[in-house]
């Protein structure tokens, strides 16, 4: 299915940690910005500043694919949408239209 290979987030975009990471690298509650998604096998991961020692190399779980930044499983994460008022159409249409002078 196409939808399957959509990534969930988008990079630039604000995201909350869901749960504490099991080894202590986030906590519930915390926020970050998506620097970069990448995809393994079925699940997306994504790089969110946290970076390991110098030297070490980031192994993927799922694939073995070796990176030199840290990427978490996407799924642990939800994005933060801005709230924005809801308008429909037909209120739209109900404004009278600007004149430009």
């Not at 995201?15 to 690298?25: P, Q």
């Not at 990448?38 to 110098?54: L, T």
């Not at 801005?82 to 239209?97: G, M, Q, R, V």
């Amino acid at each position: 299915m196409i939808q399957e290979q959509i990534p969930p987030f988008y990079v630039g975009q604000e995201v909350e940690a869901i749960k504490d990471h099991s080894g202590g690298k986030f906590k519930k509650g915390q926020r970050f910005i998506v620097e970069e998604i990448s995809q393994c096998r079925s699940s997306f991961a994504i790089k969110i500043g946290i970076y390991a020692e110098k030297g070490h190399v980031w192994e993927c779980r799922q694939c073995g694919k070796q990176m030199e930044s840290m990427h978490y499983i996407a799924s642990c994460f939800r994005a933060l949408t801005p709230e924005y008022e809801a308008i429909s159409f037909s209120k739209i249409l109900e404004e009278p239209l600007a004149c430009l002078n």
